[in-house]
């Protein structure tokens, strides 16, 4: 247990530019522009921690989008990035969606601020104005000149490619959950009975075909010992009042529950703890980003394909559900408020699920320390692997008694598929 502290065509290129390319590469898989860094400050923080901070306050502190719609907003602007930072750096991976013609002189953070910039602006039209000023303040630090309006030509094409990817991808529809009255099916939870987020399943994944490709054989059917054993443990452990859940698994449940998602601290703590160039930073994050997205797509497209009822509404009505190894509790409450959508399969176990296997699979092993703050639960917790994190996931959504551990399982095993996916298919080497 964690300590608890708190598709575009490549474009051709020149074999002379090819050699250059390769001339600078550096690291053991990954390149790094050298020749781009000859016009960016050397001191200066990397460009893409900083445009992603940028998209955290764009798209959860000022928009408050809920976890469901986030993951696309960071993937976008991650995938425009990955692709200006690959065409600088020669391309030495595949694109997602282009590989501008370029020299490798071309300024990357200026690169990196246009593409992260142009996304975000044309994702929230209502933050224009202070996108802007982050924009030109990012722009004044570049030296004027050739590599800097090159820079910006680059990000320019890349964020124009994702924007144009990305419309009518089925994003904010007015899909809705089918509310049931049978034993099983969801229906609205207490407090708020609020439904939200049905069209997530709906939209055209970043990378894998269909968002329906990882289906499940579905939840247990009610009147299995399986089903019982799934939903006593949640009544016991995950309650309002459960005198078995211990401080730690009450903090961890809390944490996990943040809608600040401490996955995206992670992340930039791991570029600057792993010493990334930019280069890789941008394909970490692409390849994680994307992997998250099209794990939350393909998890929301689980719920509605099985529309199963949360604990809350489980327990409350156990005495419906043909079990006898179940009883009812009207009055039972879980320690967290239930989101409003189905509970077969939990969305963070899949959202969490891909990104620890993205992060395993990029760095190539699964032991790397790391550590989140979250400041719903005012802790900070740490762990010693990937695999790790994942495993108190499943556990947390259960102790805070808003998943049975069947949904939590399966969702786990979508993202892990989802990600197995990503990585066969995109970001790959091409030399």
């Not at 000023?133 to 004027?144: C, G, N, V």
Request: charged fraction near 20%; hydrophobic fraction near 45%.
């Amino acid at each position: 247990m964690p300590r608890s502290w708190g598709a575009g065509a490549v474009l051709p290129r020149r074999t002379a530019r090819l050699s250059v390319a390769i001339a600078v590469i550096v690291g053991s898989w990954a390149g790094a522009p050298a020749a781009a860094a000859l016009h960016d400050a050397v001191t200066a923080p990397d460009p893409i921690i900083v445009w992603d901070r940028h998209a955290q306050t764009a798209i959860y502190e000022i928009a408050r989008q809920p976890p469901q719609v986030t993951s696309r907003g960071f993937a976008m602007v991650h995938g425009a990035v990955y692709d200006a930072v690959n065409a600088i750096a020669g391309a030495p991976y595949q694109p997602y969606l282009v590989a501008p013609r370029a020299t490798g002189r071309e300024s990357t953070s200026a690169a990196v601020a246009t593409a992260a910039h142009l996304v975000l602006d044309a994702l929230f039209p209502a933050q224009h104005d202070r996108l802007a000023a982050e924009y030109d303040k990012a722009l004044a630090q570049i030296p004027d000149g050739a590599a800097k309006q090159q820079g910006i030509a680059i990000g320019t094409r890349t964020a124009t490619a994702m924007i144009a990817a990305r419309q009518n991808d089925g994003a904010f529809g007015d899909q809705t959950w089918p509310v049931g009255t049978q034993p099983g099916q969801w229906r609205p939870t207490p407090p708020a009975f609020a439904s939200d987020g049905a069209w997530v399943g709906q939209v055209k994944p970043f990378v894998i075909p269909s968002a329906a490709m990882f289906r499940t054989s579905g939840p247990p059917a009610l009147t299995t010992r399986r089903y019982a054993r799934d939903l006593n443990e949640v009544k016991t452990i995950g309650s309002a009042a459960s005198t078995t859940r211990t401080t730690d698994q009450t903090q961890a449940a809390i944490w996990w529950h943040d809608r600040r998602l401490a996955e995206w601290e992670i992340k930039r703590q791991l570029a600057t703890s792993q010493r990334l160039d930019t280069l890789r930073t941008a394909r970490m994050f692409a390849m994680t980003n994307l992997a998250e997205a099209d794990a939350t797509i393909a998890c929301f497209n689980e719920k509605a394909a099985w529309t199963s009822w949360r604990p809350v509404t489980a327990i409350r009505l156990a005495d419906t559900d043909g079990n006898p190894a179940t009883s009812a509790d009207p009055e039972w409450t879980p320690l967290l408020v239930t989101p409003p959508h189905p509970d077969y399969t939990s969305g963070h176990a899949c959202f969490t699920a891909a990104s620890m296997a993205a992060l395993a699979r990029f760095y190539g092993r699964d032991d790397i320390p790391f550590s989140g703050y979250s400041a719903d639960s005012g802790t900070t917790r740490h762990f010693g692997s990937f695999s790790q994190a994942l495993d108190e996931v499943i556990e947390a959504r259960v102790w805070g008694g808003i998943h049975t551990r069947a949904a939590d399982v399966a969702g786990a095993g979508i993202g892990k598929n989802v990600t197995a996916y990503v990585v066969a298919h995109a970001f790959r080497p091409r030399r």
